[in-house]
């Protein structure tokens, strides 16, 4: 499987909208993800929403969310 670069960029968001879980924490300690303009799906810090931006697909963000459903990530939770 090849490998992708993801990107790290300053992207203009202003025009997208950020979601963030509902589960997130008062004090702001979240991410955010919202669909591109181009169709792929930007990640960002919420303390930071003018900072930079990971850029990923629609494959690899459906990927990570099959493994955070399978419980793959836990022990990081904790």
Known sequence: MPLHNHLHVHVGT?????RKSTE???????????ELT?????????????????????AEIAAFFVGVRHGEFDDLAG
């Not at 202003?14 to 950020?18: C, D, G």
């Not at 924490?25 to 993800?33: A, D, R």
């Not at 990640?43 to 990923?56: A, D, K, W």
């Open 14 to 18: 202003e025009s997208v909208r950020w």
């Open 38 to 58: 181009d169709g792929m799906i930007g990640l960002r810090n919420s303390r930071h929403p003018t900072g930079p931006v990971l850029v990923y697909t629609r």
């Open 24 to 34: 997130s924490n008062p004090s702001g300690n979240c991410v955010e993800l919202a």
